[in-house]
């Protein structure tokens, strides 16, 4: 190999290992594939009273765990959502121990009273919140029987289960 060989071909691995990373990089940026809205709405609907099909869809597709549909006019739902508006304690907490995103919806369903109160005290107009259907915290204080925040809520003001959102 002559020298002007030699340089030539230095140069160009140099710049070659230079783009490697940005090129690996790339390929790391590059958007998945969205999961199918028809199985997004099957694990929805699931969650709402079928333990059994979630772990199940979960053991196969473990992202569905953070996906939500749209019942139409922004009424997005995810699993944990639907159990909690249905008052299904052993299908949010399982969802929990997957690592299911929490909201203050599920929390009042739950009667986590301590983190519910300490939520509405640093923002106190999240009492009129409308969780998906417009179900409000009141509805999933009774749903979860969690009596002493349906009180609270109810001193506070809040009166409604359901607020229209269409």
């Known amino acids: 190999m002559n020298r002007k060989t030699f ?8 710049v070659l290992a230079s783009l490697a990373p940005n090129l690996s990089f790339a390929q790391e940026l ?7 809205i028809k199985l997004v ?31 139409g006019s922004s009424d997005y739902e995810e699993a ?31 009667g986590k009273t301590d983190i519910v109160k300490s939520t509405l005290e640093a923002y106190p107009e999240l009492i009129f919140a ?18 002493e925040l349906a009180y609270y809520l109810k001193d506070k003001g809040l009166k409604k289960t359901h607020i229209k959102i269409k």
């Open 30 to 36: 590059q958007e998945p594939e969205p999961i199918d």
């Open 130 to 147: 409308k969780g998906p259907h417009g179900f409000t915290l009141l509805h999933h204080a009774n749903m979860g029987e969690a009596k």
């Open 80 to 110: 944990i959502e639907g159990a909690a508006h249905l008052g299904n304690k052993e299908i949010a907490n399982y969802l929990i121990s997957k690592g299911a995103r929490v909201n203050l919806f599920t929390l009042t369903m739950l």
């Open 7 to 14: 340089i030539k071909n230095a140069a160009s691995g140099i």
């Open 41 to 71: 709405k099957e694990f929805v609907v699931a969650g709402h009273k079928n333990l059994p099909l979630v772990k199940e869809m979960l053991n196969e597709h473990p992202n569905l765990i953070y996906s939500s549909y749209d019942w």
